[in-house]
């Protein structure tokens, strides 16, 4: 059986919404759950919400690492933190997976300097799953990594093939480099160095995509620097916000358009139920020793049972072992 390690104590909602997210699981996936924080806290809450927790480990953990911390202190003051202990019990194969709604840069720290990187990987990448016209696609770098050479590109550009490939279910995934014009000479040297590896790479790249293509299904998986990947991440959700509070508006505006609303209500629930980011799960950090999800720092228990779920595929599909492979492909093509 699947054993997911569920950081207790990460995210805005923590421990409530972590416990209910992770009973949810236990009761629906057929995963053993593994709750890491302050074990008294965590029964009293479950106490509190008369939660039964069947199914589910607790292992101690005395501190929380606080978001304000600078990311570095996971592995050094923040050792005891239920973020620091749950990456350990997952390098010490004590469980399969590890979701945290904690600190992001701790939490890309941790997973490098206390589970590890996977053989080969030069860098771990923040991915954050997209919603789009037909379908959904990976960004990565989402903000791992504000810099990176064009190796570290590349290896993106596979790992979110293994991923697309093996959860997603898609044959061949189109890998495309997020760019300022379509043309194979534009960008910095980075994108045109970039272009060129990826031409040589096992990957199927299909060229430069802007930015403003991104809705538009032209990828499956979208590769850039954590710095210009986050950049594109934090636009792409703020307009979501900002179509969603438009359309709202729209449709309550008077008795006609509450009229419409009331016709058109299906469609606009799978439009919203699209962009709602609690569907999906969460950010994958691709590359590490074991699967690691990243929750959103403001996830309900609906969230964290899907991260949880997300988790649970990753380890069932062989993403990290696809990824390996991958690797294998691309040295000897070197």
Same mark, same amino acid.
């Given at each position: 059986?699947?054993?997911?390690?569920?950081?207790?104590?990460?995210?805005?909602?923590?421990?409530?919404?972590?416990?209910? +997210?992770?009973?949810? !699981?236990?009761?629906?996936? /057929?995963?053993?759950?593994? &709750? *890491?924080?302050?074990?008294?806290? $965590?029964?009293?809450?479950?106490?509190?919400?008369?939660?039964?927790?069947?199914?589910?480990?607790?292992?101690?953990?005395?501190?929380?690492f606080d978001i304000h911390e600078e990311p570095t202190e996971i592995i050094k003051s923040g050792k005891?933190?239920?973020?620091?202990?749950?990456?350990?019990?997952?390098?010490? +194969?004590?469980?399969? !997976?590890?979701?945290?709604? /904690?600190?992001?840069?701790? &939490? *890309?720290?941790?997973?490098?300097? $206390?589970?590890?990187?996977?053989?080969?990987?030069?860098?771990?990448?923040?991915?954050?799953?997209?919603?789009?016209?037909?379908?959904?696609?990976?960004?990565?770098?989402?903000?791992?990594?504000?810099?990176?050479?064009?190796?570290?590109?590349?290896?993106?550009?596979?790992?979110?093939?293994?991923?697309?490939?093996?959860?997603?279910?898609?044959?061949?995934?189109?890998?495309?480099?997020?760019?300022?014009?379509?043309?194979?000479?534009?960008?910095?040297?980075?994108?045109?160095?970039?272009?060129?590896?990826?031409?040589?790479s096992p990957v199927n790249f299909v060229g430069n995509i802007e930015a403003r293509d991104m809705p538009?299904?032209?990828?499956?998986?979208?590769?850039?620097?954590?710095?210009?990947?986050?950049?594109?991440?934090?636009?792409?959700?703020?307009?979501?916000?900002?179509?969603?509070?438009?359309?709202?508006?729209?449709?309550?505006?008077?008795?006609?358009?509450?009229?419409?609303?009331?016709?058109?209500?299906?469609?606009?629930?799978?439009?919203?139920?699209?962009?709602?980011?609690?569907?999906?799960?969460?950010?994958?950090?691709?590359?590490?020793?074991?699967?690691?999800?990243?929750?959103?720092?403001?996830?309900?228990?609906?969230?964290?049972?899907?991260?949880?779920?997300?988790?649970?595929?990753?380890?069932?599909?062989?993403?990290?072992?696809?990824?390996?492979?991958?690797?294998?492909?691309?040295?000897?093509?070197?």
């Amino acid at each position: 059986m699947i054993n997911v390690i569920v950081d207790a104590f990460g995210g805005d909602n923590a421990p409530d919404a972590v416990i209910e +997210g992770s009973i949810l !699981a236990v009761q629906n996936l /057929g995963v053993k759950v593994t &709750l *890491v924080g302050d074990e008294k806290l $965590i029964n009293e809450a479950a106490e509190k919400h008369n939660l039964v927790l069947d199914g589910i480990d607790v292992v101690h953990a005395d501190t929380v690492f606080d978001i304000h911390e600078e990311p570095t202190e996971i592995i050094k003051s923040g050792k005891t933190s239920s973020m620091a202990v749950g990456l350990g019990l997952l390098h010490d +194969g004590k469980g399969d !997976a590890f979701v945290s709604a /904690g600190s992001t840069g701790a &939490l *890309v720290v941790g997973a490098t300097f $206390i589970a590890k990187r996977l053989k080969g990987v030069k860098r771990a990448a923040l991915a954050p799953i997209m919603p789009a016209k037909d379908g959904y696609f990976m960004l990565l770098d989402g903000g791992a990594n504000t810099e990176c050479r064009p190796e570290a590109l590349v290896q993106f550009g596979l790992m979110g093939s293994a991923y697309m490939e093996k959860v997603m279910g898609i044959k061949e995934p189109r890998v495309g480099l997020l760019n300022i014009g379509a043309e194979e000479t534009k960008g910095r040297e980075l994108e045109i160095e970039t272009y060129r590896l990826l031409e040589k790479s096992p990957v199927n790249f299909v060229g430069n995509i802007e930015a403003r293509d991104m809705p538009f299904s032209k990828c499956d998986v979208l590769v850039a620097d954590g710095y210009t990947g986050n950049i594109a991440l934090k636009l792409y959700e703020g307009m979501g916000l900002y179509f969603g509070k438009t359309l709202k508006n729209m449709l309550t505006k008077n008795l006609k358009t509450k009229i419409a609303a009331g016709l058109l209500m299906d469609q606009v629930n799978e439009f919203k139920k699209k962009m709602d980011y609690s569907e999906v799960g969460g950010a994958v950090l691709m590359g590490i020793q074991g699967t690691v999800i990243k929750a959103h720092g403001s996830s309900d228990g609906k969230a964290f049972y899907n991260a949880i779920r997300q988790a649970k595929e990753c380890v069932e599909t062989g993403v990290s072992e696809r990824i390996s492979s991958y690797l294998e492909m691309q040295k000897g093509a070197e």
